[in-house]
């Protein structure tokens, strides 16, 4: 391991115990009844700290990966906010309670930045924009599990797109374009019905405590408005991105995974 790796490492652990001391000092607050922003904003900051740590301490253990470039950099950008408008603006929310679930539009460029990006950064664009509008909307205390959930979206959209079918490469990819994509896009949404309301459910008890049956209630209800999203999410970003593949393609835009 090169001096790099090691630093990234140790600021990561740092990272993470520092979020860990943190949450334990804002949680009291956070959940007080009648707790406002001002309570609930730092308890999510500190929850999203501790994973980006041991996001960080991650990282450095796996392969290696080709260097970043500025266009990579500024198309997750845009992404990440693409994510947080489609979220912030485009959805309907859902009260279940003293919570809420949405129907959104934020999941389709989540995706659409994996199957442009690679995995990683498509799984940071949604990560870091969803995130971003959970901490300004009326979902604070969901910002971590929402970092948590679109990252690995992006990481399994990712993997099946460019590591299982070589979707930007055209002489290895074996099935037809449009095929890759679908069934890529599904594999990320497919996760995503089945993790959002199962960690929802566990992250609302035991992190934000709240009580069995109105936990139970609203996975049940976020059962229904993931699956939707996720419906959402296949077809729009299969079709955004088959219609702006060529374009990209001709303009020398597109990634090569």
């Given amino acids: 391991m090169n001096k790099r790796k090691a630093i990234t490492m140790i600021c990561g652990c740092v990272a993470a115990i520092l979020g860990v001391v943190l949450v334990i000092l804002t949680r009291g607050a956070a959940l007080a009844k009648g707790a406002g922003t001002m309570q609930t904003v730092p308890f999510a900051l500190s929850l999203i700290l501790t994973v980006v740590g041991i996001v960080t301490v991650i990282v450095p253990l796996l392969p290696r990966q080709k260097e970043v470039n500025v266009r990579t ?9 693409l994510c947080y408008i489609g979220f912030t603006y485009c959805k309907i929310d859902i009260p279940v309670g003293a919570e809420k679930t949405a129907f959104h539009l934020g999941n389709v460029f989540c995706v659409m930045a994996a199957l442009l990006l690679g995995g990683f950064w498509g799984g940071m664009a949604g990560a870091i924009g969803m995130t971003l509008a959970d901490l300004t909307t009326a979902y604070v205390t969901s910002a971590p599990k929402t970092f948590v959930l679109k990252l690995c979206i992006g990481l399994i959209v990712g993997l099946l797109a460019h590591k299982v079918f070589k979707l930007s490469q055209e002489k290895e990819r074996k099935i037809p374009l449009a095929v890759a994509t679908v069934i890529s896009c599904i594999g990320g949404m497919a ?3 089945v993790a ?4 929802g459910y566990y992250y609302k008890m035991y992190v934000l405590g709240v009580p069995q049956q109105a936990a139970n209630i609203w996975a049940k209800m976020g059962a229904v408005t993931t699956a939707v999203n996720a419906v959402i999410a296949v077809v729009a970003a299969t079709v955004f991105y088959l219609a702006l593949r060529p374009a990209l393609k001709r303009a020398k835009m597109l990634p090569q995974l």
């Fill in 73 to 81: 950099l500024t198309l997750a950008a845009l992404f990440a906010a």
């Fill in 191 to 193: 996760f995503n019905i």
């Fill in 196 to 199: 959002d309301p199962l960690l």
